[in-house]
């Protein structure tokens, strides 16, 4: 079977390129200023907020990664094998994080003992 090529013009491909560069950079300055604003009020729960804030930032990294490379498929086939990859490194990510976050509860109280 013949797979079909997907036939997108390059200004079309450009525009998405661009679109998701702009995305990007939004996203950034968000990131940025909830940042700037954790460190600038300290609470009890501040390192698990950045925790979620830098993972956060690291799946949206990724996404607009992802989104660029299916801009650039060919054909259904790549832009599956490109989703497929996508998702699998998500879980583990995912997977990563929560193993973080869980390790970082469970020794909050232990550390909270020690003062």
Do not use: C, W, Y
């Amino acid at each position: 079977m013949i797979e079909p090529k997907l036939e997108v013009p390059a200004e079309l491909r450009d525009l998405a390129e661009k679109t998701i560069d702009q995305a990007e950079k939004a996203f950034g300055m968000f990131f940025d200023a909830a940042s700037k604003s954790m460190t600038s009020v300290p609470s009890p729960g501040a390192e698990i907020s950045k925790q979620a804030l830098s993972f956060t930032e690291q799946n949206m990294k990724a996404a607009f990664e992802h989104a660029r490379r299916l801009v650039h498929a060919t054909d259904l086939q790549q832009a599956m094998q490109i989703q497929s990859e996508f998702l699998r490194s998500q879980f583990t990510n995912a997977g990563e994080h929560m193993q973080r976050i869980t390790g970082g509860v469970m020794s909050a109280p232990k550390d909270k003992d020690k003062f």
